[in-house]
Nanobody, 124 residues
């Protein structure tokens, strides 16, 4: 089970920190990621992290502004979002994949567990 939180309304240039808490069979989590879906658009990959190595990956539009991290002991993943832009407005979803699955973090079909989503709204 994944529980996302931390969304809200912020002005352009502001910051938000999203959290995603995992519960249940967390020992088999291999990687986690954040995806987002804006109104009228398809869901897209934002950032991902491998839980063992800590390696991170970002979509180009958020590089240098967003930082993904995880606290393995707490089974929690974070997304620190700085310099937010109106085009970052979307519902943000966290997702997790089990071990022994292909390593492509950006491919949402490879994730096994999804959180409920948290709304992020950036006003201009």
């Amino acid at each position: 089970l994944l529980q996302a939180s931390g969304g809200g309304l912020v002005q352009a240039g502001g910051s938000l920190r999203l959290s995603c808490a995992a519960s249940g069979r967390t020992s088999n989590i291999y990687a986690t990621g954040w995806f987002r879906q804006a109104p009228g658009k398809e869901r897209e990959f934002v950032a991902g992290v491998y839980w063992t190595s800590g390696s991170t990956y970002y979509t180009d539009s958020v590089k240098g502004r967003f930082t993904i991290s995880r606290e393995n002991a707490e089974n929690t993943m974070y997304l620190q979002m700085n310099s937010l832009k109106p085009e970052d407005t979307a519902i943000y979803y966290c997702a997790a994949k089990r071990r022994f699955t292909p390593s492509d973090l950006a491919q949402e079909s490879l994730y096994h567990y999804w959180g409920q989503g948290t709304q992020v709204t950036v006003s201009s």
